[in-house]
Each structure stands twice: as structure tokens, then as C-alpha cells.
């Protein structure tokens, strides 16, 4: 995302419920970075990993994707073990993190009550999708964690839902050449209730390490 749309997401107050609730947040809170979080990573990366949302105590603190809370732990370990990063453990921004041909996003970039974004919320934060999307090479790689963000994939590239159905481990070719992967959301509950372990998890990632690397 380029500096100027980097700079108007960070002052987004579009959706009035999540900048009344970013506000409270800020003031309870006021050493957090609690605004709408931008992507990270590589400017010109071959995957682009798209989750749901900040988390209160994660990306909405720290201001970087799945940075301080439990669902970063697996994503990064993951992404480490497949040299699409140069660290296994995140802790904050000043941690020397970097992303080798890869980059992280949320289909939402505000931190929503209860972690659950309401459907407009989630239409009228596409447009960032859509832009972040569209940037991508010729045939980058999307992986989508969780329904929604899979959901928000196809709505920012006008996609129909019933072409590319979500499941776990699904791989779905994409008009112009992209492909889709989907994984279960690598949150505390899905790993806690084992809906996704570490070895789902892997098995995903490697085929999509296995594809860019092809291409």
C-alpha cells in the first residue's frame, strides 16, 4: 500500500461504531496504537495473507497484523519455518521483523467490539481489500484465514461465493491467473478446541511455499 493510502487508512473513521469504539479504547488504554491497522510486509509480495481483523490486546496495541496476541504465535513460527520470515517469535514493532516475499493484512483494519465486525463494516472496509489486491504480480498467492476474510477476498475481486466455496485446505485458481488457499483462522480457539493444529496449519503453508517458489 502506498504512503498517501497508507496515511488516509490511518486516519479512516468511516465506520462510526468502530471509531467511537477505537476512541474509548484510546483513552482506556492510551499508550496503545488503536487505529486502523495497515498491512505489513513485503511491497511486492508473491502471498498475501489476509486475516480478520486487530485484536484488542494484538495488532490493535502494537499497530502490525497478528503482532502480540496468541494467533501470531503459529502464523509467524509457520511463516519462519518456510523462510517467509526472518524471526519465529513476534513481540512488538521494535523486534526487527521481516517478511521475505510476503505480506500481511485484515479484511477489517479496526479493532471491532467482540471481535466481530458487523457486515457493513466489513463492505466498507473492502475498498483497502480491493486496492491491496489489485497491486499484487500476475500471480501472487492469497491465503485467506477464516470465512470472512475468504468472504472479502472474493467481494474485493467481484468473485461469486458459490465459484470458491471456503473450506479448510481448499485451493482455488482465480480469474487472471491468482490463487486462493483457505485455512481455518490460527486463533487461540480454533488451535485451544484443535479445529486447526500446527500440523493443518503447515500442511497449507507448505503448499503455498511450494507454489511461489514455482512460479
Known sequence: MKRGKTCALLECTRCRRLASHLAQVRAEYPDYHARPVAPFGDAKPKLLI????????????????????????????????????????????????????????NAVKCLPPQN???????????????????????????????????AAVLQ??????????????LEHALPGGRMLYDSYHCSRYNTNTKRLTPEMFDAVVTNIARRIRAV
Open 50 to 105: 489476509v486475516g480478520l481483523a486487530p485484536g484488542m490486546h494484538g495488532a490493535n496495541r502494537s499497530g502490525r497484523p497478528f503482532t502480540g496476541d496468541y494467533a501470531g504465535i503459529l502464523l509467524y513460527k509457520t511463516l519462519y519455518n518456510h523462510g517467509l520470515a526472518n524471526i519465529p517469535e513476534v513481540t512488538g514493532r521494535d523486534d526487527r521483523l521481516k517478511l521475505k516475499g510476503c505480506r500481511i493484512t
Open 116 to 150: 466481530k465486525p458487523l457486515p457493513d463494516e466489513i463492505n466498507r472496509c473492502n475498498g483497502y481489500l480491493r486496492d491491496e489486491i489489485a497491486s499484487l504480480p500476475p500471480h501472487a498467492v492469497i491465503l485467506a484465514l477464516g470465512g470472512i476474510a475468504h
Open 156 to 169: 474485493a475481486i467481484n468473485a461469486r461465493k458459490k465459484d470458491f466455496p471456503f473450506g479448510h485446505a
